[in-house]
């Protein structure tokens, strides 16, 4: 999949949404990234798996670990394509914890897999979880990536790279136009199933 094909898929399947979004950071935006829905078709979940296999140019993984939930179908399709184990963490209490007897050996070669990069800030909690069950953290992968300058501390890719515009509520053009504004994932039943 080129990055123009890929750009179409995900304007096609609705994951990339326009509007007037209010994101986790306070920031308003005109787009919204929701890459549950390029995934819902299993078809097209293996596509993108084998395609960030492909991106991988280093060491193969013996495992791949991802953050729930975004990374969960992403994450297990990568690691079918890699021929590894897929385990995966999940937040308790605001921490991504290890859990369901899921254990890291000791110098596995992992790669993490997101859905999308956005802060950057569950990839280094994942990565921290991996160091301190002396894993050995060779990257990290994704879909999308809307990190901008930002860097992780180890070689990371992304099959597509987006530069989403955000504001500070006083500067919003679209609070300035009167356009509603919405919280991601609250909304129901436009292009979900
Ligand atoms: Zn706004």
Redesign the pocket.
């Known amino acids: 999949m080129t990055e123009k094909n890929l750009r179409e898929y995900l304007n096609r399947s609705g994951a990339i949404l326009k509007g ?3 994101l986790s950071s306070g920031r ?2 005109d787009n919204y990234i929701q890459c549950a829905l390029a995934l819902k078709n299993p078809r097209k979940a293996a596509i993108l798996g084998k395609c960030l296999k492909k991106l991988w140019r280093g060491k193969k993984p013996d495992l791949i670990l991802s953050p729930a939930m975004g990374g969960l179908i992403i994450g297990h399709e990568t690691a079918k394509a890699f021929g590894c184990d897929f385990i995966f963490l999940e937040r308790v209490g605001g921490k991504l914890l290890l859990r369901r007897s899921f254990r890291i050996k000791t110098d596995a070669n992992i790669i993490i897999v997101e859905d999308v990069f956005t802060t950057g800030k569950s990839t280094m909690e994942t990565f921290a979880v991996a160091e301190k069950e002396k894993g050995k953290v060779l990257g990290a992968l994704s879909i999308v990536d809307r990190m901008g300058k930002r860097k992780f501390p180890f070689p990371s890719k992304s099959l597509l790279k987006l530069r989403l515009k955000t ?1 500070p ?1 006083s500067a ?5 136009g009167g ?1 509603p ?1 919405e919280k991601p994932g609250s909304r129901r039943g436009r292009k979900e199933i």
């Open positions: 007037h979004f209010l308003h935006s504001y509520p919003c053009p679209l609070c300035a356009i504004i």
